[in-house]
């Protein structure tokens, strides 16, 4: 009954242009990135309310509202998982995480996975081994390769960059835009926090690196430093 009223509430705020606007954003045409996926036109806000009038609803029903087809459904769920691991003991995080890593298939577009990956994945792997990470970015699913990226933002705001360089690695040849941005969004992410960590990466593997991936990870370098990279002459 929880999730049913939930969707009530869902169905009373949606906003069927809204919708459409999302659907062209979020590349949900035949053959791209989001196909199929389908929204209600709710505002992240409006969510994130949401998420705090039923932050404590059993996580059977969050996972019930995981699976559900609407875009928006699936982001109120992973709101509150985020928000019941942050205040929850390791019983709960554990749970959490357990969940998270079974239903990674709904986990399903970029913004989902950039608003959870660090905090429950990362999060919980902080001081445990990495190995699942190394998993998920071998992994043939794009959702899950962003994952294992996204999730090291928890250990670069914390000073550490093994995982993100070692993913960073495995990732060269990945030929989904997504996971270019992604990876390079992390290593200037860690060039803001240590810039010759992220020198060492990329006096190593720049040649390689897909533009696109280059061009979010030196964003932020002196003009005459970035366009060397560019042009390929360090």
């Keep these: 009954m929880m999730v049913e009223e939930i969707r009530k509430e869902l169905d009373r705020l949606a906003d069927?242009?809204?919708?459409?606007?999302?659907?062209?954003?979020?590349?949900?045409?035949?053959?791209?990135?989001?196909?199929?996926?389908?929204?209600?036109?709710?505002?992240?806000?409006?969510?994130?309310?949401?998420?705090?009038?039923?932050?404590?609803?059993?996580?059977?029903?969050?996972?019930?509202?995981?699976?559900?087809?609407?875009?928006?459904?699936?982001?109120?769920?992973?709101?509150?998982?985020?928000?019941?691991?942050?205040?929850?003991?390791?019983?709960?995080?554990?749970?959490?995480?357990?969940?998270?890593?079974?239903?990674?298939?709904?986990?399903?577009?970029?913004?989902?996975?950039?608003?959870?990956?660090?905090?429950i994945v990362g999060g919980f792997l902080i001081d445990r081994d990495k190995e699942p990470l190394m998993r998920l970015a071998d992994s043939n699913i794009l959702w899950e390769?962003?994952?294992?990226?996204?999730?090291?933002?928890?250990?670069?705001?914390?000073?550490?960059f093994d995982e993100t360089i070692m993913i960073a690695a495995r990732l060269l040849t990945d030929p989904e835009e997504l996971i270019h941005k992604a990876v390079g969004w992390m290593l200037r992410e860690i060039g803001k926090r240590d810039m010759p960590a992220e020198e060492t990466f990329l006096k190593q593997h720049y040649r390689r690196m897909p533009r696109t991936m280059l061009r979010y990870a030196i964003e932020r370098f002196p003009e005459a430093i970035r366009l060397a990279y560019l042009k390929g002459t360090l």
């Design 16 to 119: 069927p242009e809204r919708a459409a606007i999302h659907q062209r954003f979020f590349k949900t045409g035949k053959g791209e990135y989001g196909e199929g996926d389908i929204f209600r036109g709710i505002r992240v806000p409006e969510i994130r309310e949401l998420a705090k009038r039923y932050i404590n609803i059993p996580l059977k029903d969050t996972e019930i509202l995981l699976h559900s087809p609407f875009h928006e459904d699936r982001e109120l769920a992973l709101v509150i998982l985020v928000c019941r691991f942050a205040k929850g003991d390791e019983a709960l995080r554990r749970e959490i995480y357990s969940l998270y890593l079974t239903n990674t298939k709904h986990i399903n577009n970029w913004d989902l996975v950039d608003i959870s990956a660090e905090h």
């Design 145 to 160: 390769r962003r994952i294992a990226v996204m999730a090291t933002f928890h250990f670069i705001k914390k000073g550490k």
